[in-house]
């Protein structure tokens, strides 16, 4: 039951474990988790990768490309032959991958809504691939940095995703989980577009109120200084420039992105 339990993903697929004498083929469409699987010593094994999967460089440089999270050539995938191909319900879309499915074997479902879901994905991935002592140390060194971080004053804040519209994320995300261990309250969405998990906003007065702190992230918009200079003089409120990768991306970067936060608790 034990192993069952660690095989199964996000939609409740338990996924066998592979045959040593029989290496995968590995697809991710996943940048976070593509970093993760070369963590675990898996870069052999990935056979196809989206453009955005750019972690670690030394090991995905060689590795064919397959478009992007969300547009995806499914003739280069094909032809890639895999045996394992890695989503997200969030990154990736369900048409495409059900389109996948229909030649793929396997495929494994990720959803992390928050820090500690890297344990269980840490795992998964470790144990269908036969890296479950690596995964143990990860969850080791997972533990390790979020016990050591601190916990900050309690800020009202608003994490920005996205210019021209305006987008931040909801409560119910990874982002706004990784924010909360340090005590700072993402900001909640108007009714309007509540429900959303990545709402369209635009900046009223009484936004400006409701908020302490608004954080530009570096991705997927590429924000910059100017950025941050152009929207403090404009609403008057402290901004931040912040690394969307360390706050957005699970798997093994999790374990850098709890050291960040604790700097970004330090700097606010």
Known sequence: MEMENSTRDAIGVVHPVVDAAQPPRIVSLVPS????????????????RTGFCIHPAALVRDIPKVGGTKDVNIGKLRALAPTHLIVNIDENEKPTVDTLA?????????????????????????????????????????NCAIAALGRGRAQRVLYCIWKDPWMTVSRD??????????GWQQWVA??????????VFSWS???????????????????????????????GKPVLLVDGEMLSWYGSRAIAGMRYLDQLRQQA
């Open 205 to 235: 007065d009484q936004l400006v109120r409701d908020i302490d702190l608004v954080l530009l992230s570096s991705e997927p918009y590429r924000f910059t200084d100017a950025h941050v200079d152009s929207l403090e003089q404009q609403i």
């Open 33 to 48: 988790v593509t970093e993760l699987l070369c963590e675990l010593g898996l870069a052999p094994w990935i056979v196809g």
């Open 190 to 199: 108007t009714p309007e577009t509540d429900g959303a998990r990545y709402p």
């Open 102 to 142: 229909g030649f793929v074997p396997h495929v494994i479902v990720t959803h992390p809504l928050g820090p500690h879901d890297n344990l269980s994905l840490y795992r998964l991935l470790g144990t269908i691939f036969g890296r479950s002592e690596t995964a143990e140390d990860l969850c080791t060194q997972f």
């Open 173 to 182: 995300t990874y982002i706004a989980r990784m924010l909360e261990r340090i």
